[in-house]
């Protein structure tokens, strides 16, 4: 236990936190600023918490920040900072690198060092809110991810498990996430896939001091919230992803945000904007136009991705390395344009 004025009254456990108390995590948070203590100090009491965070930065539409490439294959660092740029110029409320968008799989350990550093610097002074991904094929590997995120001090991490998809044991997941989150005193969030349950999450989150949000991909989102939501606990702020494609419904169950691609993200940030100003049916108009870029998605795949960006002038190229992808031909990138000419109109960069 913790011997520190105004920790013991919060019931602080060996974990970091009573759990019986949904509220002791953010009460604990707040206190450990007041008190002026560090986080490696709290490691070494054998405590692992997450700093005060403030959930109105966590609102909104998180878009994946994508990879540009040169004509050599090798990542075009320019424009991965100018899309940073843009981004801010778009709206949107935060921003998140690298994750499956990013073609994370397909990066370099020093590639995303260099990409991690890089992001966080061009965002620096900027108004989103900033998330880097740690996953890593294996625990050692996102432990140093983790930990070199620990220096960079971006608002928040997020990771996948050691693969995106796929049936897992989940005593290994847990171990996965325990290590990550001692490793770094961020928030994280949890990126779900495969057989990892809403129960799952719950049960991380509880041993998990750190684990404060969740980018929910793993089934059905809008059961899956409303299951969150009857665990009884708030410990997880809930986002999604799939492309933004329930948001309209997510959104009048309390979602958090969505975390989308970035090539048409203002319509997404519309959507969420007009919704939240009460402007259902502005809201549904532009986000029916967003459904038309992701419908494309499920037939062009992710050369779709940094096409999109290639047209609005943010890549000079669309070249993915994901080996799997069909290249487009002719008339995939004319289909693509017809769609871009038409929403063109809303976009706002």
């Excluded at 692992?48 to 998180?62: E, H, M, N, T, Y």
């Excluded at 991965?80 to 994370?104: C, M």
């Amino acid at each position: 236990m913790l011997n520190h004025p105004g920790l013991n009254d919060l019931g602080v456990n060996d974990l970091g936190l009573k759990e019986t108390s949904s509220s002791n995590r953010r009460d604990f948070l707040r206190v450990i600023g007041a008190a002026g203590l560090s986080w490696s100090l709290l490691g070494e009491m054998g405590c692992s918490a997450a700093p005060a965070v403030d959930l109105k930065r966590f609102q909104g539409i998180f878009p994946i920040v994508q990879t540009p490439y040169t004509a050599d294959n090798k990542i075009a660092f320019d424009e991965l900072e100018n899309e940073v740029k843009f981004l801010d110029k778009t709206g949107v409320h935060g921003i998140v690198w690298p994750q499956r968008a990013s073609e994370y799989q397909f990066l370099t350990f020093d590639e995303r060092i260099e990409g991690a550093e890089l992001i966080v610097k061009a965002n620096k002074g900027l108004r989103p809110t900033l998330v880097i991904g740690v996953q890593g094929p294996d625990t050692e590997t996102a432990v140093k991810y983790a930990k070199h995120a620990e220096k960079l001090q971006p608002d928040a991490i997020v990771a996948l498990p050691t693969r995106d998809q796929g049936e897992f044991d989940l005593d290994e997941v847990f171990e996965y996430y325990r290590a990550i989150g001692k490793a770094c005193g961020l928030p994280m969030f949890v990126q779900t896939t495969g057989n990892m349950s809403v129960e799952f999450v719950v049960k991380m989150a509880k041993a998990i001091p750190t684990l404060l949000f969740v980018k929910d991909e793993a089934g059905n989102s809008i059961d899956r919230i409303k299951e969150f939501k009857a665990s009884g606990e708030d410990r997880v702020t809930i986002f999604t992803g799939a492309h933004g494609r329930n948001l309209p419904d997510e959104m009048a169950l309390g979602l958090a945000g969505n975390m989308p691609a970035a090539g048409w993200v203002e319509l997404y940030v519309k959507a969420w904007d007009f919704w939240k100003a009460g402007k259902t049916n502005e809201a549904l108009d532009v986000f029916s136009k967003a459904m038309l870029f992701v419908t494309q998605a499920g037939v062009y795949g992710f050369p779709l991705l940094n096409y999109v960006l290639q047209l609005r002038g943010v890549f000079t190229n669309s070249t993915i390395r994901r080996p799997d992808a069909k290249p487009l031909d002719e008339d995939a990138m004319k289909a693509i344009r017809q769609v871009y000419e038409f929403v063109k109109p809303e976009f706002v960069v």
